[in-house]
């Protein structure tokens, strides 16, 4: 989708990163400009120091404000093995962002460093987030497997919106237990078209 950064420079991607919109695939077609900036921040991850500076030098020259790339950014750095700890706790601080998309991305670069420290910031973002603060919160919660994410599962199943739904329905997989998977069959007549799919997917796999 994005073949032309592939062959770029650490260099060259920084200045794309930095770039200005809009923002095309690799078929000339516009596409959001999160999802561009993720593809960069990606590609920077894989290049071993000198794109892991890149990364954490750009953290430091984008503000939260800039939501976008600040949310892509921490992306990138899930990626990169070890960080410097004030990095580290400047993506945890995220977590409690006021921008959705910079709390959601903050939550699942924690998850997805397996970092099991912000879990009381990460279960009070469920509990009061937008909704896709809310999923990333989940997802978060299930990956440290204690037992009392069981409330929080039954939590979402039941949110009133689809995104977490959609969400907790999704990890089944991740929390296997017949009383969980029942709940979440229930959800056949959801009025959510992607909701019901999934469920229905689970029915025809069993």
């Known amino acids: 989708m994005f ?12 200045r ?3 770039g200005v919109g809009p923002y095309f695939d690799s078929d000339g077609e516009v596409v959001d400009a999160y999802l561009f900036f ?7 991850s894989g290049r071993g120091a000198e794109g892991s500076e890149a990364l954490i030098g750009l ?3 984008t503000t939260s404000v800039q939501s976008e790339r600040f949310a892509a950014l921490l992306f990138g750095l ?12 400047q993506i945890r601080n995220c977590v ?9 991305a903050a939550i699942d670069c924690l998850r997805r460093r397996r970092d099991p420290d912000v ?11 937008p909704a896709e603060v809310t999923a990333e919160a989940l997802k978060y919660l299930v990956s440290l497997k204690l037992e009392q994410v069981r409330s929080d599962f039954r939590a979402a199943l039941n949110h009133p919106s689809a995104v977490v739904r959609f969400a907790a329905v999704n990890l089944i997989d991740d929390w296997r237990s017949d009383d969980l998977l029942a709940e979440a069959q229930q959800l056949v ?8 799919a999934i469920v229905l997917g689970y029915l025809h796999s069993d």
Do not use: C, W, Y
Request: glycine fraction near 2%; hydrophobic fraction near 40%.
């Open 3 to 14: 073949e032309e950064l592939d062959d770029k420079s650490v260099a060259d991607l920084i």
């Open 16 to 18: 794309t990163f930095d």
């Open 38 to 44: 993720t593809e960069v921040a990606d590609r920077l």
């Open 59 to 61: 953290l430091q020259t």
């Open 78 to 89: 899930a990626s990169i093995a070890r960080l410097p700890e004030p990095v580290i706790r």
């Open 96 to 104: 409690m962002h006021s921008v959705a998309l910079v709390a959601a």
């Open 119 to 129: 879990e009381p910031q990460v279960r009070a973002r469920f509990s009061s987030g």
């Open 189 to 196: 007549n959801d009025p959510d078209d992607d909701v019901r």
